[in-house]
């Protein structure tokens, strides 16, 4: 099994739509989670961290459900700019590796 | 506001040459990641580095040599090329460990021929 597991999509959804991805980790013992975004052939970029509580950044909700072990990333309005790939990360115990999930591809249509 | 810088953006080697692969951060983190990244895959973490004078292997290690001998700079080596090694790679820092977000550089890409 895949330490973090994400559905690839892809998720082709129009202007204005709301859309969500969901995201999958192995270890129960894991201690940060984050959103990130990665444009074609360019480096990562922290989109979000998620905390337990849940948390809201403009347009972007993530959630973590440590029970059933998933984090999830809810988009509202969808923009054409937000077209990209979304990464979950997971810090996971013990030391400091980060682990990837593969990704979930969004196209946002005029 | 430079942040992490990776050099080169691009390469070509032959098969058996060797190379160095240069990342430096001007953040003053003490935490440091080598990563490769297979088209449509995630990213697997090469080496790592909590400080100076300390790495530690990540999942994929085998074929790559790290030294930080500086808070700012982490350079990856790769002694014999193959070309299971053709992928991209991005070095990232962080202020702290798992708890605080990576910043990533924007990439060398690697070509094994």
């Known amino acids: 099994r895949k330490e973090v597991e994400q559905d690839p999509g892809p998720f082709n959804v129009p202007e204005g739509a709301t859309v969500a991805f969901n995201c999958t980790y192995s270890n129960s013992a894991s201690q940060s989670f984050f959103w990130y975004r990665q444009d074609c052939r360019k480096e990562p970029k922290l989109l979000m961290s998620v905390y337990s509580s849940g948390n809201e950044d403009g347009r972007f909700t993530a959630q973590l459900n440590r029970a059933s072990q998933y984090i999830s990333l809810l988009i509202r309005d969808s923009k054409l700019s937000d077209s990209a790939t979304y990464l979950c990360?997971?810090?996971?115990?013990?030391?400091?590796?980060?682990?990837f999930g593969t990704g979930t591809s969004l196209t946002v249509i005029p | 506001n430079a942040g992490v810088t990776q050099t080169p953006k691009f390469r070509i080697l032959k098969i058996g040459q060797s190379m160095t692969l240069q990342c430096t951060q001007d953040m003053n983190h003490n935490y440091m990641y080598w990563y490769r990244q297979d088209p449509g895959m995630g990213l697997k973490l090469i080496y790592y580095?909590?400080?100076?004078?300390?790495?530690d292997k990540g999942e994929v290690p085998n074929g790559y040599n790290v030294s930080r001998s500086t808070t700012e700079d982490f350079p990856l080596r790769l002694e014999l090329a193959a070309p299971s090694q053709t992928s991209v790679y991005f070095c990232a820092s962080s202020s702290a460990g798992g708890n605080q977000p990576q910043h990533f550089g924007d990439g060398t890409r690697l070509s094994i021929l």
């Open positions: 580095s909590v400080g100076a004078g300390i790495t």
């Open positions: 990360v997971v810090n996971m115990a013990p030391g400091n590796q980060f682990y």
